[in-house]
């Protein structure tokens, strides 16, 4: 019985090793793949009105924040109890 269970376990254990040998180290782990990152432009143009706002040493930018804010202000005042 020993003789002609022999064949079978290697066969076995030869299929077990190919198939073994094709699975990631990850998925044997039980752990998730790494993903990895990567950058893709797809060609959209994106247009950005309003970058001239972040520099703030600018003196338009400074009067535009300052017009803004009295204006906001002016909102504001009328409103009883906002101060």
């Known amino acids: 019985m020993r003789a002609r269970c022999l064949p079978i376990l290697l066969s076995l254990a030869s299929f077990a090793s190919r198939v073994l040998g094709q699975v990631p180290a990850a998925a044997a782990s039980n752990a998730p793949p790494a ?3 990567r950058t893709v432009v797809d060609g ?5 009105a309003f970058p001239w706002i972040e520099d703030l040493k600018n003196p338009e930018v400074q009067s535009w924040f300052k017009a803004r804010n009295d204006y906001t202000r002016s909102v504001l005042d009328r409103i009883p109890g906002a101060r």
Do not use: F
């Open 44 to 48: 959209t143009k994106v247009i950005d």
């Open 35 to 37: 993903t990895p990152a």
